[in-house]
């Protein structure tokens, strides 16, 4: 009887280190098994591609302001499930970044994108600021400051673009 209750409460504590992710955390855990590997050697449109149809959930090839809050409170989700697997650099640039996104909102994110002001963003008006795409990945062309406009971005940001730079300054320390 005495070895039943030590093993109940063995499972139980268990299931209390190791937590479940919320459905939002498991579904960019999945993505992310999936196009890492992509974004890390393969072209920027690979990895592009990749996020673009794991955001356009209804497929109509456009992103609409609840398309980008459903990705943004999933990688919230996944980041608070994660953080203490990231390293701190990881940790930083996510909290900055979601900090970005969240200070920002989904609804003013999408109206600076939108410029033919139809409401969705379309995929020419989501890539406006990459100037060049050239066969490298991804990671490389964003730290590159002659493959994105930046002052376009910043020009997005209003206020909020020094933290932006901030952001991609940390690349290269
Ligand atoms: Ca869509
Ligand atoms: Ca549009």
Redesign the pocket.
């Known amino acids: 009887m005495r070895s039943v209750s030590f093993l109940t409460l063995m499972f139980i504590a268990t299931q209390a280190s190791a937590e479940a992710p919320t459905l939002g955390a498991a579904a960019i855990e999945g993505f992310l098994q999936e196009s890492v590997p992509i974004c890390i050697a393969a072209p920027a449109e690979d990895c592009i591609d990749a996020g673009w149809n794991h955001t356009?959930?209804?497929?109509?090839?456009?992103?609409?302001a609840s398309?980008l809050d459903t990705v943004r409170s999933a990688v919230a989700e996944w980041f608070a499930w994660r953080r203490e697997d990231l390293t701190r650099y990881e940790q930083s640039v996510l909290t900055v970044g979601i900090g970005l996104i969240n200070a920002i909102g989904v609804e003013r994110l999408v109206a600076s994108y939108d410029t033919n002001g139809d409401g969705?963003v379309d995929r020419s008006e989501a890539l406006a600021d990459i100037v060049q795409l050239d066969g490298r990945p991804l990671g490389e062309i964003i730290v590159d400051p002659n493959a994105v406009d930046r002052a376009a971005l910043a020009q997005r940001l209003g206020a909020l673009s020094p933290i932006l730079g901030r952001l991609l300054g940390q690349e290269s320390r």
């Open positions: 356009d959930t209804d497929a109509d090839n456009r992103l609409s398309e969705w």
